[in-house]
């Protein structure tokens, strides 16, 4: 568009443009569904950075119930940015809004390929799905911009120079314009004048690794959508969205046009099989369309989407592999790096391929050779460029010979491991909130596997009821799922001991969370998801005055007993962090190899994934936790998510410790006196009334349903003959916290400086006599350059980044 004609079409427009009624209406209806369930709905003000007097609201939904249907909702948008254009918030503006939630094949009723064969029609573009981050960039007003990324915009708030997604999508988005000699202003104007969102994936692996790799070519803003700043989802065709690209430069989404349902689905097949397309791995497909009018049956509409017809529709095709494998080696030099290099480090259940067989090899010389290459790997950085050295290397004369020598050499097999098995109990080793249950429901719609909860046995002494329900299901089914924690070592003995003496013989096929991540880690997690689920479970719900659902689960973890080689005949190790749909793929890959069920096509997993997130159970026990007092707080602290004999214990080992350190260190471990859940002690009740408004902000905190993750740098170890504490410097708000409501960031803005210059994690004690408050006093002395007289030593940690969050702490 010329600059003539944009100032001709920017005349029609004023600052406040004319509203669709239904665009204001849906706004409003937001703000009712966030005051009445704020758990559903949540808006965030900024001030736009563009311009600090106007306010812009940041919509938040509940990301487990766009599932639902019908929808809880008045829009499937997600990201959506809103601006109130009237002193009293009754006439609103929709400044920037993302796509509808779109689904993967199978997962809600209207994304089965049946479904979509009968309401939604041709053309069909198909997108290649971008492996970063979000951006939305709109107009504020005619000259200036407004850019987000899905859910926020403005600074970052870590600390340091650390930017957020939205400043580095901005920085980006002012050289892809500088280079197609384009203005902000211009690009402002016509997107005003369009009403348009651009929408664009932010693909830089210096800022953001993710597992697809960006070369400079590649690495910048990925533009893949125009959509109407408008209630109703309507994006532009992809021509037009190439040729906006085009013009105002940005990078073009590389995409395909088909003509029909059965087209797409043969097509996404045959790329699923291979992991590629035009030479290169992907993770999926968005396909875009568009909703057709129902088909008439018996005088009514075929049941369909929640759209109106002419809407744009998107929906998704996930590829499994080779994204499983390339986590399984990103996750396996985690561990190598921070437990040591050797195989025996490493679960058995993540080597079952040959090619990671060969990349742990591989890794392990690497480190060997030149550890330096790896500083940045447990930070997140230099994990694509390690994968690629190896898939450089493997191409090499050396690479086929390492594969051709490791097919030749003999598997290792346990012993027993050519026994017959006639059965097979599937048997989870876990906490609350971990999603077995999930699982356990998904694999029994997908293979008919028996399926028993722990749960739903209402008698006090349950134990024998369980295992009769195990083994009177064994009669009629191959396999059954012992919904269980199974976190203890006799649990598992009584599976063993009631199948003993089965015909035919069964085989134990655990699904192992093990506890390979910092206890506070798999807590919060695991916390988190029972919050989510709220009353969906038959006993343990989410308490937010009590805390009591934590406590339920610090008393599983402090409990469990790590699973031994001898216990079970198989073990599928399990990812804490991972989401429901890939620990399902991991399950159900296992079940395919050991098993040897039938691998469900994709539209089967969807609807497995469908099933289990509807799932409620039956039978509801009666709660006591939510008539309970809460315990009275005596500190708040930030629990930190580290392993303190892992970390500590690395750095002390290095040569330049002093001798008094490593022998200090080793009576910590002897007497098991290192603090096994170790925290950041913020403001102690004995301090009150004087740091009264302290006490109130980490309650607050604490009482929040999902508080903000707050990561800290680790800076000395610092010890005497009496105590040994690690410094904390650098505390922010994590950047993988969207923080919402800022309450993370103002907690960091306002903690006085007296608090910030004594925090410190007591590492241990010499003995029940000595306080672990005097920790404090350690610290302060020694940055005081004090230590040397008072008998105070120290060493330097390098680069150890923790989490943790504010919790009310009784000892």
Not at 673 to 696: A, F, G, Y
């Amino acid at each position: 568009m010329a600059d003539s004609e944009l100032a001709e079409e920017l005349e029609k427009f004023t600052i406040s443009p004319s509203i669709p009624k239904e665009d204001s209406e849906l706004i409003d209806d937001l703000h009712k569904l966030s005051k009445k369930n704020p758990k559903l709905v949540k808006s965030t003000e900024y001030a736009a950075p563009a311009d600090l007097s106007i306010k812009v609201h940041s919509w938040k939904m509940n990301e487990f119930k766009y599932y639902d249907v019908p929808s809880p909702f008045p829009t499937l948008a997600r990201g959506l940015f809103t601006q109130e254009l009237d002193a009293s918030c009754t006439k609103h503006r929709i400044v920037a809004r993302g796509y509808d939630k779109f689904f993967n094949i199978g997962e809600v009723p209207w994304t089965t390929w049946e479904s979509l064969k009968t309401h939604t029609g041709a053309p069909y573009t198909l997108t290649l799905k971008s492996n970063g981050c979000i951006i939305f960039m709109a107009a504020l007003t005619p000259t200036k911009l407004l850019v987000t990324s899905k859910h926020a915009l403005g600074h970052s708030n870590a600390s340091g120079d650390a930017e957020s997604h939205a400043q580095v999508g901005e920085k980006w988005l002012r050289k892809h314009l500088a280079d197609a000699g384009k203005t902000e202003e211009q690009f402002a104007g016509t997107l005003w004048a369009k009403n348009w969102t651009a929408v664009a994936e932010l693909c830089d692996d210096s800022f953001e690794e993710h597992v697809l790799p960006y070369g400079p070519e590649k690495t910048g803003l990925h533009l893949h959508g125009l959509n109407e700043s408008s209630k109703q989802f309507k994006t532009m065709n992809q021509d037009v969205v190439d040729a906006f690209a085009r013009e105002w430069g940005f990078i073009v989404t590389h995409s395909l046009v088909l003509q029909s349902i059965p087209e797409v689905k043969e097509f996404t097949e045959a790329v699923g099989k291979s992991g590629e397309w035009n030479g290169e791995a992907l993770e999926g497909f968005v396909v875009r369309t568009r909703v057709i009018e129902p088909p008439i049956e018996d005088g009514k509409p075929v049941s369909a989407p929640p759209y109106r017809a002419g809407s744009s529709f998107f929906f998704k095709v996930k590829f499994d592999e080779p994204y499983m494998m390339y986590r399984d080696w990103r996750e396996i030099t985690k561990t190598l790096l921070a437990k040591g290099i050797s195989n025996a480090n490493l679960h058995k259940s993540k080597l079952r391929r040959p090619e990671t067989k060969l990349y742990v090899n591989w890794v392990i010389d690497e480190i060997k050779r030149d550890s330096c290459q790896f500083e940045g790997y447990t930070r997140g950085k230099g994990i694509i460029a390690t994968r690629q050295r190896f898939l450089k290397w493997r191409e090499t004369e050396a690479g086929s010979t390492a594969a051709i020598e490791m097919e030749k050499a003999p598997e290792e097999k346990k012993p027993g491991e050519e026994k017959k098995f006639g059965k097979t109990i599937i048997v989870p080793i876990a906490v609350p909130g971990v999603g077995k249950t999930s699982i356990a429901v998904a694999l029994s719609y997908l293979f008919g596997f028996g399926h028993t909860q722990s749960d739903d046995i209402k008698i006090k002494k349950a134990a024998p009821v369980f295992i009769k329900n195990v083994i009177n299901l064994l009669k009629t089914h191959d396999v059954v799922i012992a919904d269980k924690n199974n976190h203890l070592k006799q649990h598992r003995q009584q599976l063993r001991d009631a199948i003993r003496d089965y015909d035919p013989p069964v085989r134990l096929m655990a699904l192992n969370w093990s506890f390979d991540q910092p206890l506070s880690t798999v807590h919060r997690i695991c916390g988190d998801r029972v919050v989510f689920r709220g009353d969906n479970h038959q006993s343990l719900h989410a308490n937010m005055e009590t805390k009591a659902h934590e406590d339920v689960i610090w008393q599983f973890i402090n409990r469990a007993d790590e699973l031994a080689d001898d216990e079970v005949d198989v073990s599928v190790e399990m990812d804490w962090e991972e989401s429901l749909e890939d620990a399902l793929t991991r399950t159900v890959d296992a079940c395919v190899r050991t098993l040897g069920v039938p691998k469900p096509d994709q539209e089967k997993m969807g609807e497995a994934l469908a099933v289990a997130r509807g799932y409620a159970p039956t039978t509801k026990k009666p709660t006591a936790e939510k008539t309970k007092k809460a315990p009275a707080v005596r500190y708040f602290g930030l629990l930190a998510e580290v392993d303190l004999v892992d970390v500590i214990g690395r750095r002390l080992a290095e040569a330049d410790t002093p001798s008094e350190g490593k022998k200090f260190w080793d009576v910590l471990l002897s007497k098991k006196r290192v603090t096994p859940r170790p925290h950041i002690t913020i403001v102690h009740s004995r301090n009150l009334p004087d740091q009264k408004p302290l006490w109130e902000q980490c309650n607050a905190l604490h009482a929040q349903e999902s508080s903000p993750l707050f990561r800290f740098r680790l800076g000395h170890v610092v010890w005497n003959d009496r105590i040994m504490a690690a410094t904390v410097l650098d505390l922010a708000v994590s950047t993988n916290d969207t923080d919402p409501d800022q309450t993370g960031m103002d907690f960091v803005l306002q903690l006085p400086h007296e608090v910030k210059d004594r925090m410190h994690i007591t590492v241990g004690t010499r003995d029940n006599d000595v306080p672990p408050v005097e920790a404090r006093e350690l610290v302060w002395d020694w940055k005081q350059k004090e230590g040397a007289l008072k008998g105070i030593e120290s060493v330097e940690l390098k680069d150890v980044w923790v989490n943790g969050r504010v919790r009310g702490l009784i000892s």
